[in-house]
């Protein structure tokens, strides 16, 4: 049901006109922070369009409202936006940029609002360019004309922070800094500003819960060569969090005092791409250096700690799917996708060292499964038909690690086109699991080999491939992905050794059915290939979960992949199968387990 918006919108209008005649107003997904994932008091975009998708950018004129997302995105966006919004395909042929619209369709000299604290400086700098060409000003409104129509918006989050404790970190908040500080030393500056909540929760060894599955918490932070300042409600810091963060010589100050403490700040500032267009505004432009955070890059690469925790909570996780899928295939319940998503975060939270999902579990059958970033809700889910497709996207934060692992089965009998098609993306999903690349590859060079075998029957998917994935942190992490070529960043970092990276690729038919098969992988050195000095690398496998071999046609498989899977099977069948013997399953459960990873 889309939500009714043409009295907020009319409220909307009216501020603009009485903040500066605003011809148009942005409303980004963003909080303070750029985070993909924001509290439910940063949702604003959701809240006045009734569009709750991750990614989107709401612009609001005098006569029209419009909606900016990707593909993972457009039947979602349509089901949940009323008459009074018109959605923007973004990244497809014909769909003009934000700026490049807003420069088209406003008379010169028209003003366009945003909020400087939910626009990177970035963004800022190139809508404010772009806008000027065409003879018209962008203005920043310090107090955000959302909020004021938003009556009921929720309390920010209170809950304390915690210790993200070594044995699971594998090195210290100390020994972090110090590296940092010569990062900065590197780029010729005297302090950062952090703004990413995963980087500085990676920093100082601390996690919280601000943001739904996403174990972070609000907060800035400024580094020096000498001195490291926390910006947190300290309220919410208790004694052991405040110990460690003295053993660090990190100062406490209040959250919004962020925006003077920059102001004092001397010499060249690091300031990463999500620093937000208001801190650096009160940064004379001059002493800014723009540019990757060097916490991204570092946390990228895992140590082998935390390595060594993602490959044990993948298999602790898998086992969990698996008794998941082997209820779902057996029960005689009549089930409903919630039903089917609340049962397999009752098998996850019985598993060591669970925390939390680390997002909302995608439980699609049939047609809902073509909605990439589906999420189910009583009352309007389809019950879950076993003579149709069934996708679960779901995933766990553990002490230990973080997962996402899609699967997509038949409890039936599938049809020849559903079995082509999974085949290939099956295909796909392999090839770019076998691939071997130099160290420093972008995973955008990789991209293709997940879509080959799709292309090659004229199918394709509207979504990346790949995403970084946290260490108890955030399930989507930069700066490595593997994205089509026309989404190549030049903040892409390569691909290194000890990187943890999705492979995802899928299809998907409007109305009919989705299909996606997700892993993790990490990035691993081959044992032979290229020189002693400098062996190229690959991936391999993390997740611990059998593939459905009911809708696997091996006739359309080569003998390298048809290889490449049951060795995948042997590896599932084997770990989970020993977790299983210690925790004392069941005899059909492990019988499952052997008949699902057998070889083809």
């Given at each position: 049901m889309?939500?009714k ?6 409220k ?11 011809a ?20 604003r ?12 950018t ?56 945003i909020?400087?604290?939910?626009c990177?400086?970035?963004l800022f ?11 018209m ?5 310090a ?10 918006a ?6 304390p922070v ?7 970190a ?17 780029k ?24 739904n599955?996403?174990p ?26 405040r ?10 100050q ?25 801190i ?5 432009a ?11 890059e ?6 082998e ?19 998941y ?14 039903d ?10 019985k598993?060591d060292?669970?925390?939390?999902l ?23 889910c ?30 039936g ?31 955008t ?21 790949g995403?970084?994935v946290?260490?108890?942190?955030n399930?989507?992490?930069g ?61 391999r ?13 091996r006739?359309?498989?080569s ?35 052997v008949?699902?990873t057998?070889?083809?």
């Open positions: 889309a939500k918006t043409g009295e907020l919108l009319l909307l209008r009216g501020l603009m006109t009485q903040n500066g005649q605003l148009a107003y942005i409303v980004p997904s963003d909080d303070p922070h750029m985070s993909e994932y924001v509290s439910s008091n940063f949702c975009r959701a809240f006045i369009s009734g569009f709750t998708g991750s990614a989107g709401a612009v609001v004129l005098q006569d029209k409202a419009l909606m900016w997302t990707d593909g993972r995105y457009f039947l979602q966006a349509e089901k949940q936006m009323d008459e009074n919004w018109s959605l923007m395909k973004a990244f497809m042929p014909g769909t003009p940029s934000k700026e490049e619209y807003l420069s088209s369709n406003l008379e010169k000299s028209s003003k366009v609002g909020d400087p604290k939910t990177s400086v970035q700098k190139t809508l404010n360019k772009q806008l000027r060409s065409a003879g000003e962008l203005v920043p409104v107090d955000n004309l959302i909020d004021k129509v938003w009556d009921d929720p309390a920010p989050p209170s809950a915690f210790i993200h404790d070594i044995k699971y594998g090195e210290s908040a100390s020994s972090k800094l110090e590296t940092l500080r010569k990062k900065i030393k590197e010729q500056c005297s302090a950062i500003v952090l703004s990413a909540l995963d980087d500085i929760a990676w920093l100082y060894n601390l996690r919280g819960s601000d943001v599955y996403n972070v918490f609000y907060s800035f932070a400024i580094i020096t060569p000498d001195s490291s300042t926390l910006f947190v409600d300290e309220a919410r810091v208790g004694e052991e969090v110990s460690s963060l003295t053993e660090t010589s990190t100062k406490i209040p959250y919004d005092a962020v925006y003077s403490s920059v102001k004092e700040l001397t010499d060249r500032v690091f300031l990463p791409l999500s620093t937000n267009a208001a650096a505004q009160a940064i004379p001059e002493q800014w250096c723009v540019g990757m955070s060097p916490v991204q570092l946390k990228a690469i895992k140590n700690v935390e390595l060594q925790g993602m490959r044990d909570c993948h298999v602790r996780d898998g086992a969990a799917l698996c008794e899928l082997h209820w779902l295939e057996t029960t005689d319940k009549e089930l409903d996708e919630v089917g998503a609340d049962q397999a975060e009752l098998f996850r939270s598993q060292l669970y925390v939390s680390s997002f909302d579990t995608i439980s699609s059958s049939g047609p809902n499964g073509a909605v990439i970033h589906y999420k189910p809700e009583k009352g309007t389809r019950k879950i038909d076993k003579s149709m497709v069934y996708l679960c996207d779901s995933g766990a934060q553990y002490k230990d690690g973080t997962t996402d692992v899609t699967r997509t089965v038949h409890m009998t599938p049809t020849q086109q559903q079995r082509m098609c999974f085949t290939r993306v099956l295909q796909g999903h392999i090839d770019l699991a076998m691939a071997v690349f130099p160290a420093g590859t972008k995973g060079c990789l991209d293709c080999l997940a879509r080959r075998p799709l292309w090659n029957c004229g199918l394709n998917y509207q979504h990346g491939t995403h970084g946290g260490s108890f942190l399930v989507h992490e700066p490595c992905r593997i994205a089509a070529g026309n989404r190549m960043s030049k903040y892409e970092m390569g691909l290194q050794k000890g990187m943890i990276l999705s492979d995802e690729p899928g299809y998907y038919e409007a109305g009919e059915f989705g299909i996606r098969i997700e892993s993790l992988v990490e990035v691993v050195e081959t044992e032979d290939i290229g020189p002693p000095d400098g062996r190229f690398l690959t991936f496998p993390v997740t611990m979960a059998p593939i459905d071999l009911r809708l696997v046609d006739e359309l498989m003998g390298d992949q048809v290889a490449w899977l049951n060795g995948y099977h042997a590896t599932v069948r084997e770990k989970v199968m020993a977790l299983w013997e210690k925790q004392g399953k069941s005899e059909d459960l492990k019988k499952w387990l008949n699902q057998r070889e083809i």
